[in-house]
T-cell receptor
Framework: DVKVTQSSRYLVKRTGEKVFLECVQD?????MFWYRQDPGLGLRLIYF???????EKGDIPEGYSVSREKKERFSLILESASTNQTSMYLC?????????????FGPGTRLTVL | DAKTTQPTSMDCAEGRAANLPCNHS???????VYWYRQIHSQGPQYIIH???NNETNEMASLIITEDRKSSTLILPHATLRDTAVYYC???????????FGKGTTLSVSS
């Protein structure tokens, strides 16, 4: 089974802190994604990466950056956390070669910014 | 990606078939229909996808109408663990993000 793990299930940070959310997948997938999920807004794409050292902005990249130094790891960085970044963060990966949009999701990190 | 329309909620008795409808009247020729579900406090989980033929796997069956404007996800013998939000998504092969709408909340009861 494909496994996508995220570093924390729950995280509480203070406004202005730098926050790192880590995502690791064990199936050698090229593509990785970061979404956030908020009530009434569904899942929204923050950033995605087609492969190592590649990154593309999604629909809501403001206030976030990402890092993909190794194929299995995709990190989401909140440079200076704000209360409006309180959300559920979901990481996903996808095997590029099969050409289908079958994404495998991690369990999510619920981040609270105080 | 095309927009989909799903009922807000549905109920199903344990052991019975759950039939979840989805309308995607503006789907284009190269777009697939994907179904995902999200159990409370977990990440979404892929269920099945199809282009125009009916599809079946170990989790579910997908019935797509001939004009491709609607589809139905069938869970043949629903269990309590199938209680979740089910999302119908239309996406092409080159698509990146999955655009999740509000989905259908399926409640399976004993």
């Amino acid at each position: 089974d494909v496994k996508v793990t995220q570093s924390s299930r729950y995280l509480v940070k203070r406004t202005g802190e730098k926050v790192f959310l880590e995502c690791v997948q064990d199936m050698d997938h090229e593509n990785m994604f970061w979404y956030r999920q908020d009530p009434g807004l569904g899942l929204r794409l923050i950033y995605f990466s087609y492969d190592v050292k590649m990154k593309e902005k999604g629909d809501i990249p403001e206030g976030y950056s990402v890092s993909r130094e190794k194929k299995e790891r995709f990190s989401l960085i909140l440079e200076s956390a704000s209360t409006n970044q309180t959300s559920m963060y979901l990481c996903a990966s996808r095997l590029r070669e099969n050409g289908h949009n079958e994404q495998f999701f991690g369990p999510g990190t619920r981040l609270t910014v105080l | 990606d095309a927009k989909t329309t799903q009922p807000t909620s549905m109920d199903c008795a344990e052991g019975r078939a759950a039939n979840l409808p989805c309308n995607h009247s503006t789907i284009s020729g190269n777009e697939y229909v994907y179904w995902y579900r999200q159990i409370h406090s977990q990440g979404p989980q892929y269920i099945i996808h199809g282009l125009k033929n009916n599809e079946t796997n170990e989790m579910a069956s997908l019935i797509i109408t001939e004009d491709r404007k609607s589809s139905t996800l069938i869970l043949p013998h629903a269990t309590l663990r199938d209680t979740a939000v089910y999302y119908c998504i239309v996406s092409n092969q080159a698509g990146t993000a999955l655009i999740f709408g509000k989905g259908t909340t399926l409640s399976v009861s004993s």
